[in-house]
């Protein structure tokens, strides 16, 4: 299996910070690599996909980059409403994995 | 809009078989292209991705948990169910239905369910 890992696994912030969550592959997976936000109680919600393609409707603070097995999400101006926890997953190959997460809490 | 809805019995007793079954609506579960997943999480604890199910009925499960699952359609139901065998207390996180978007030639998780919670206890 292709492990996932995030850094940092938390971290505090203000509101208009910027922040820069980083995900790493155990292998080559190109671009195929999505994330997801989770706020509690509720499902993933999907932020982007092929590392930097922004899905419809997703603000444009948020911003992905990287391939190969180094990945970046960064919020540019953190808003109250970004206060959650953020995951990686690969697509790359089966079965698909996740990152541990990393929770954005306010300072 | 699509919108998936998990549903199922929130208890199982161990060493039984664990039962869910998510309804698709707004879209057609059989429309090629996408790829019907479940997905669970552990109170507090990252993402484990268990299996999915195609519109022809192909199926491709996690290696981990492939002894124990089954996942299958009813295309007039517009659903598609997972069923987990031999449960302990260690299948007790929450379970979440996703649809898998591949038209793109990405592959990513763009609706999911709103997750049902599944007790393992006698």
């Known amino acids: 299996d292709i492990q996932m890992t995030q850094s940092p696994s938390s971290l505090s912030a203000s509101v208009g910070d910027r922040v820069t969550i980083t995900c790493r592959a155990s292998?080559?997976?190109?671009?195929?690599l999505n994330w997801y936000q989770q706020k509690p109680g509720k499902a993933p919600n999907f932020l982007i996909y092929?590392?930097?393609s922004l899905q419809s409707g997703v603000p444009s603070r948020f911003s992905g980059g990287g391939s190969g097995t180094d990945f970046t999400l960064t919020i540019s101006s953190l808003q109250p409403e970004d206060f959650a926890t953020y995951y990686c997953?690969?697509?790359?190959?089966?079965?698909?994995?996740f990152g541990q997460g990393t929770k954005v809490e306010i300072k | 809009q699509v919108q998936l809805q998990e549903s199922g019995p929130g208890l199982v007793k161990p060493s039984q078989t664990l039962s869910l079954t998510c309804t698709v609506s707004?879209?057609?579960?059989?429309?090629?292209?996408?790829?019907w997943s479940w997905i669970r999480q552990h109170p507090g604890k990252g993402l484990e991705w268990i299996g999915y199910?195609?519109?022809?009925?192909?199926?491709y499960y996690n290696p981990s948990l492939k002894s124990r699952v089954t996942i299958s359609v009813d295309t007039s139901k517009n659903q598609f169910s997972l069923r987990l065998s031999s449960v302990t207390a260690a299948d007790t996180p929450v379970y979440y239905c996703?649809?898998?978007?591949?038209?793109?030639?990405?592959?990513?998780?763009?609706?999911w369910g709103q997750g049902t919670l599944v007790t393992v206890s006698s």
């Open positions: 996703a649809r898998e978007s591949r038209p793109s030639g990405w592959y990513y998780f763009d609706y």
């Open positions: 707004g879209g057609s579960i059989s429309s090629s292209g996408y790829y």
């Open positions: 199910i195609d519109y022809s009925g192909s199926t």
């Open positions: 292998q080559s997976i190109s671009r195929y």
């Open positions: 092929a590392a930097s």
């Open positions: 997953q690969q697509s790359y190959d089966t079965p698909y994995t």
